[in-house]
């Protein structure tokens, strides 16, 4: 619904793009605005293990969502080269990098408090103190382990989120599950996922009261590579999203 306003510019009450400015030099991220509409939402997104934004930044470009900003951050901890066999710079959103020699592979859940604690700080000092949005037009995409750190995230916060979508990523064995969580989550995985069980669902389900399960036909928990696989990631941004289209001028949704 909405309601006239008191004066026609409304602009002050409405959120703003952040600035890398607003966040701790320490974070390094990336800023897409939207190509329409005002910025009333924001999804954040989180890389998956041994990755950076980069790749994300652009992911964000790419899903060019009406009124949505995106906001791609880079895995607080480094990758040690002699894990990863490569140069190539690579980031994680553990507390601690552990290889598991059994499976030949880093494992995923080795905790997240400290990713906890640096998008706390992301969505309630800069977020929603600085920018103004609301905590219901923040949503988070993750892959794998930042699927992971963004479900962390929303099981240590007392806030509704718009959403979260999280491709490969389950919620961590550190996270309490004493009380069900308001905001929304959608899960996808491979036929034959190890990560996205429904063991691991089941546990989702008892920590949020909201939960989609989208069983890929593929047998890996890659990203989505066709439009019958994203199609569910989108019909999920459709139903979350705020939008101020149609809403005259001098009016503020609520």
Known sequence: MTTSAATSDTSSNLPRVPT??????????????????????????????????????????????????????????????????????????????????????????????????????????????????????????GYGQGGMAALSLASSLNLELGGIVSIGGTLPSSSGTSQKFKTPVLVCGGSRSKQVTRGSVDRLKGAFENVEYVKWEKSEDSMPRSREEMLPVMKFFARRLRSRAGVPEGAVEV
């Open 20 to 141: 890398k400015s607003d966040f701790p030099p320490s974070l390094t991220l990336s800023i897409t605005p939207p190509t329409t509409g005002h910025p009333i939402n924001i999804l954040i997104l989180l890389h998956g293990l041994g990755d950076t934004h980069d790749s994300f930044t652009t992911l964000g470009k790419n899903l060019n969502l009406p009124e949505t900003a995106c906001l791609s951050i880079r895995g607080p901890n480094p990758i040690p080269p002699f894990f990863t066999g490569s140069e190539r710079p690579s980031f994680h959103w553990g507390d601690d990098v552990l290889f598991d020699e059994g499976r030949g592979e880093i494992e995923l859940d080795t905790g997240f408090s400290t990713s906890t604690r640096v998008l706390t700080e992301v969505i309630k000092d800069v977020l929603i103190t600085k920018c103004g949005y609301p905590p219901r037009n923040i949503l988070l995409y």
